[in-house]
């Protein structure tokens, strides 16, 4: 069935690095992809979204590529703040569902 | 716009006392809303899909008489956990579906539930 893959373990780095979160997923056809944000307590809210191979997404500084050729959806960030600590989850859409992946706990120090 | 709201944020309760949680579209209707329970530093495990009107659809392994969903309106879907232990202490979440846009859920606060 349809899977989302994510790094294993926490990451830590300090404020202004540049972030980077892998994603594989497995899926029959051409799900939508998502990137979802926790921050403590609280729920997911949606942090950027692909349709289709190719379309890049993006919001609040954060970026997505949808490839296909490596069924990837890495999201990144090229200077992180104390305020982007959070959890991160991958996520696709496939027969009629959201599928995550485990998450990644991301912790800037200023 | 695409707000989904959780009441209550959190509650504490009894073992063996039944406890509701809400879950409301404020801005839009949500024909499809998702029930899901999230276990402390782990992702969120689907419990059930429910279709306004309709019964709900649960995933395997969810106990439909423990975990009651009532999807009565385009805009309100309840869980009720009937007789509650310990053990169904957790975070709750439920998302809702925009219809014009199929493959985007919008995500509640949750609820942390407490079971003494």
């Known amino acids: 069935g349809d899977s989302v893959t994510q790094m294993e373990g926490p990451v830590t780095l300090s404020e202004e690095a540049f972030l980077t979160i892998n994603c594989t997923y497995t899926?029959?056809?051409?799900?939508?992809l998502f990137w979802y944000v926790q921050y403590p307590g609280e729920g997911l809210q949606l942090l950027l979204k692909a349709t289709k191979a190719d379309d890049k997404g993006s919001n609040k500084g954060f970026e997505a590529t949808y490839r296909k050729e490596t069924t990837s959806f890495h999201l990144e960030k090229g200077s992180v703040q104390v305020s982007d600590s959070a959890v991160y989850f991958c996520a696709l859409y496939g027969n009629n569902r959201l599928a995550f992946g485990k998450g990644n706990q991301v912790v800037v120090i200023p | 716009g695409a707000v989904v709201s959780q009441h209550p944020s959190w509650v504490i309760c009894k073992s063996g006392t039944s406890v509701k949680i809400e879950c409301r579209s404020l801005?839009?209707?949500?024909?499809?809303m998702f029930w899901y329970r999230q276990f402390p530093k782990q992702s969120l495990m689907l419990m059930a899909t429910s279709n306004e009107g309709s019964k709900a659809t649960y995933e395997q392994g969810v106990e439909k008489d423990k975990f009651l969903i009532n999807h009565a309106s385009l805009t309100l879907s309840t869980l009720t956990v009937t007789s509650a232990h310990p053990e169904d202490s957790s975070f709750y979440i439920c998302?809702?579906?925009?219809?014009?846009?199929?493959?985007?859920?919008?995500f509640g606060p949750g609820t942390r539930l407490t079971v003494l």
């Open positions: 998302s809702a579906r925009d219809g014009d846009r199929t493959d985007t859920q919008y």
């Open positions: 899926a029959t056809g051409y799900p939508s």
């Open positions: 801005d839009f209707q949500a024909t499809t």
